[in-house]
C-alpha cells in the first residue's frame, strides 16, 4: 500500500472538518443527548424533569411490550434483510446474462428506487386495501382472508413484502455491477473447469462478489432497522395498536405520542448499543472470510 | 492427447459479421499450431469455437473422433491457457490448481499427487498456498499453465498467453512453454499476434486475415514461400520488401535488375524480396539510397528507396556502410513474384534461369 504524504498537519484536519461536523451536529450531540435524557423522567407538560438513574432501563427490561417488539424487529430485520439480498441477486444474475434490453431493464427496476418510503408505504396500502387491494383480493382467491391492520401476522407480512420491494432496487444495482466487474476470462475458465452452473456461482462467482454483498448486508440491516420507520408509519397509519412494529417506531411512539422522553431515549441507546455491536461483530467475524481484490 | 478436425467451420455474429469465413484444416495429435495473425482476423473466435466459448455457425469441429459442436466447454476435454491468466483471485494457487480436477471428482489423494507434480515442474512449490495477487506476472503465467497440465487434457488452447510479460520473460516463458508441450506432447493451439512468437514455437502455422486462412504451413514454408503479400508482409522481421516490377518478354525488370524468367508472364508484378537476401554489392544492379541505419547489434537493418521504391536492407555486422548512395545485387534464388491486384503468390509458369542470371549479375 502505498502511502500519501501532506505536507501540513492541519490540512487532512481541514478536510475532514465538513464530515467530522455534520457527524458530530446529527449523530454525537443528539446521541450524548439521548443518553442524559435516559436518566431523568420527563414531565409530559415539559415543566421539568427528574434525575431516576437506571429506572428508564429497569422498567424497560421488566417490559414484555417491548420484548415483543425486539423479537418482531428481529424478525422483521432478517426476514427483510435475507429476501431484499436474495431476491436482489437473484434479479442481477439474470439480468447479467441479459445482453439486449438490460438497459431497460436496469431503468425499470431503478425506478423503484426514487420512490420515498412513505409514498412506498402508501402504494402498499392500496395493495393490501382491506375492500378493494387488488393484492386483498388476489389472496381472498387462494382462500386467505388479508386483513391489513386488524391481524397481527398479515400487518407484519404487508410490512416485510412492502420493504423487500423498495429495498430490492438499490441491492439489484450493486449486485449487478459486482457481477459484471467480475473479468469475463475468471467465468470462462471456470466454465472449463466446472460443468455445473450452480457450482460454479457458488465456487466463482458468489465469492467474488462477496465484498459488494458485505457492504449490502450492513446497509441492508440499517436500512430494515432505521429506514423502514416511513413504511411503518404508513402502513398502520400513526395507530400501531396491536398491529407489529419495530424498536425505531416504538421509540416513536413512546417519545412523541406517549410523551415518555426518558423511556424513549433509555430505548434509543439500546437500540444504539446494539447496532454498534452488530457492526463490530460484522466485521470481526464476517469480514475475515471475505477477499477483495 | 487426440487430433483436431475442423471441417467449414464459420462463424456469424448476430449483427451479421463473418468473423470466420468457412475454415477446414487438421490437427495432428501433438502437434503444436499456432494461428496468427493481426487483431480483429478471428484468430481469437477460432480459438474460442474450438473451446465451446463462442457458438459454431456452421461446419464441425471434432476432437478426437467425436463432433464437440455441442458440447460443453467442460465436456471437450480441453485446457486454456487465457491472455490476462484468469486466474480465480479469492483460492490459493493449491486451489487454483485443484478446482478442475475436484469438479471432476478425482479422489483427492490423486489431486494432491498431481498438483505436486505439476508445481515442482513448474517451479511452484514454495508459492501454492499463496493466492494469485502475491504473485508476479511470470508466476501467475506459471500457475496457469499448471491449472491446464494438471487436468491431462486431450487438447490445449493459449489465447496469447505471453503477450502481458515484458520482453525477458516472454522470451523466457516462450521456450519454457515450447518445452513443456514437447515433453507432455498434448496436441496444442496457440493464438498470438506475435509472428516471432508464431515462428519459433510452432510446428505449423496457419496465418489468418480478416477471417480467411491465408496460408498453412511449417515456419519455414511460411517464410520461404509465402503465398500472398500479405503473409510476407506480416511474418518476418523486418518484413519483406514489396516492389512494383514489370514482366516483359520473359524478363523481369525493376529499377535496373533485369532477370530472364521462363515465364509467359506479362505486366506489372509485386517482387518480393527478403531484406537478407539483398547483399552489398559494388557492381550490383541496384542503386539504394540509404536514409536511416538501424543498428541491432548482431546486424544493421538499412532503409532507403531505390527508383523511389521503400527497400530494406539486413547487413552482418562486419560489413561497413554509410549514410547515401550504395549498389546492391540480390540473391534471385529466393524471389517472390505476386498478383499486383490481389497479392496472391504466382505459382509455377516460371523458374530463374540461374546460370544465365548469375552471368547477367555480373556484367
Not at chain 1, 452452473?197 to 446497509?219: C, E, M, Q
Not at chain 2, 540473391?331 to 540461374?354: D, I, K, S, W, Y
Amino acid at each position: 500500500m502505498k502511502r500519501a504524504g501532506f505536507a501540513s498537519r492541519w490540512l487532512p484536519i481541514l478536510l475532514l472538518v465538513p464530515q467530522l461536523s455534520i457527524i458530530l451536529v446529527f449523530f454525537y450531540w443528539p446521541a450524548a443527548y439521548a443518553v442524559k435524557s435516559s436518566f431523568y423522567l420527563q414531565d409530559p407538560f415539559g415543566f421539568g424533569q427528574t434525575f431516576v438513574g437506571l429506572e428508564n432501563y429497569a422498567s424497560l427490561s421488566k417490559s414484555a411490550e417491548y420484548f415483543k417488539v425486539t423479537n418482531f424487529t428481529v424478525i422483521f430485520t432478517v426476514l427483510v434483510t435475507f429476501f431484499s439480498l436474495a431476491l436482489a441477486l437473484l434479479l442481477a444474475v439474470k439480468a447479467d446474462k441479459v445482453i439486449r434490453g438490460a438497459r431497460t431493464y436496469r431503468t425499470l427496476l431503478m425506478w423503484v428506487y426514487a420512490v420515498a418510503p412513505p409514498v412506498a408505504g402508501f402504494m402498499g396500502l392500496l395493495l393490501f386495501n382491506q375492500r378493494w387491494g387488488p393484492l386483498t383480493e388476489f389472496f381472498g382467491s387462494l382462500g386467505w382472508d388479508f386483513n391489513l391492520r386488524a391481524d397481527y401476522f398479515d400487518t407484519a407480512f404487508a410490512m416485510v413484502v412492502v420493504s423487500v420491494w423498495k429495498q430490492v432496487p438499490v441491492n439489484f444495482i450493486f449486485f449487478l455491477s459486482g457481477l459484471q466487474s467480475i473479468p469475463k476470462s475468471v467465468r470462462e475458465a471456470a466454465l472449463i473447469d466446472n460443468r455445473s452452473a450452480s457450482g460454479r456461482f457458488w465456487d466463482v462467482t458468489f465469492p467474488l462478489l462477496a465484498p459488494t454483498g458485505f457492504f449490502l448486508l450492513i446497509i441492508n440491516i440499517t436500512y430494515a432497522l432505521f429506514d423502514t420507520f416511513g413504511v411503518i408509519d404508513t402502513l398502520v397509519q400513526g395507530e400501531p395498536g396491536n398491529n407489529p412494529m419495530t424498536l425505531v417506531y416504538k421509540v416513536y411512539v413512546d417519545g412523541f405520542r406517549g410523551n415518555d422522553l426518558g423511556g424513549s431515549s433509555a430505548q434509543s441507546v439500546v437500540l444504539m448499543v446494539l447496532v454498534l455491536a452488530l457492526t463490530v461483530f460484522q466485521f470481526r467475524m464476517v469480514e475475515k472470510r471475505i477477499h477483495y481484490t | 492427447m487426440a487430433q483436431v478436425t475442423l471441417d467449414s467451420v464459420r462463424k456469424i455474429y448476430p449483427n451479421g459479421v463473418e468473423a470466420v469465413t468457412p475454415a477446414s484444416f487438421q490437427i495432428k495429435d501433438g502437434e503444436f499450431v499456432v494461428l496468427v495473425g493481426p487483431s480483429g482476423c478471428g484468430k481469437s473466435t477460432l480459438l474460442r469455437m474450438i473451446a465451446g466459448l463462442e457458438d459454431i455457425t456452421e461446419g464441425a469441429l471434432c476432437i478426437g473422433e467425436n463432433v464437440v459442436n455441442t458440447l460443453d466447454p467442460a465436456d471437450r476435454d480441453i485446457a486454456m491457457v487465457f491472455q490476462n491468466y484468469a486466474l480465480y483471485p479469492h483460492m490459493t494457487v493449491r486451489k487454483n490448481i485443484a478446482y478442475g480436477l475436484k469438479n471432476r471428482k478425482t479422489p483427492k489423494d490423486v489431486i494432491a499427487q498431481k498438483v505436486d507434480e505439476a508445481a515442482k515442474m513448474l517451479n511452484l512449490t514454495d508459492y501454492l498456498d499463496r493466492k494469485p495477487a502475491q504473485l508476479s506476472g511470470g508466476q501467475r503465467q506459471r500457475v496457469a499453465m499448471g491449472r491446464a497440465i494438471v487436468r491431462d487434457p486431450a487438447l490445449f488452447l493459449f489465447d496469447e498467453p505471453l503477450s502481458n510479460l515484458d520482453a525477458k520473460l516472454r522470451n523466457q516463458m516462450r521456450i519454457e512453454i515450447k518445452a513443456l508441450q514437447r515433453r507432455l506432447g498434448v496436441t496444442s493451439i496457440y493464438v498470438t499476434h506475435d509472428q516471432v512468437e508464431a515462428m519459433t514455437m510452432a510446428d505449423r502455422i496457419i496465418v489468418l486475415n480478416g477471417g480467411r486462412i491465408e496460408q498453412i504451413g511449417t515456419p519455414s514454408e511460411i517464410y520461404h514461400n509465402p503465398a500472398s503479400t500479405f503473409v510476407a508482409s506480416f511474418m518476418g522481421a523486418p518484413p519483406m520488401n514489396l516492389v512494383a516490377a514489370e514482366m516483359q518478354d520473359g524478363r523481369l525488370s525493376f529499377a535496373g535488375l533485369e532477370l530472364p524468367l521462363a515465364s509467359s508472364l506479362r505486366g506489372p508484378v509485386t517482387l518480393g524480396l527478403r531484406p537478407e537476401d539483398l547483399i552489398i554489392d559494388s557492381h550490383g544492379p541496384l542503386a539504394m539510397e540509404v536514409e536511416l541505419i538501424e543498428e541491432l547489434g548482431a546486424h544493421r537493418l538499412l532503409h532507403g528507396q531505390v527508383d523511389g521504391q521503400r527497400l530494406t536492407v539486413h547487413l552482418a555486422k562486419e560489413e561497413q556502410v554509410a549514410l547515401g548512395p550504395l549498389r546492391l545485387s540480390c540473391r534471385v534464388q529466393n524471389l517472390c513474384l505476386f498478383h499486383p491486384e490481389t497479392g496472391a503468390r504466382m505459382e509455377g509458369g516460371f523458374a530463374f534461369n540461374l546460370a544465365q542470371t548469375r552471368q547477367e549479375e555480373r556484367v
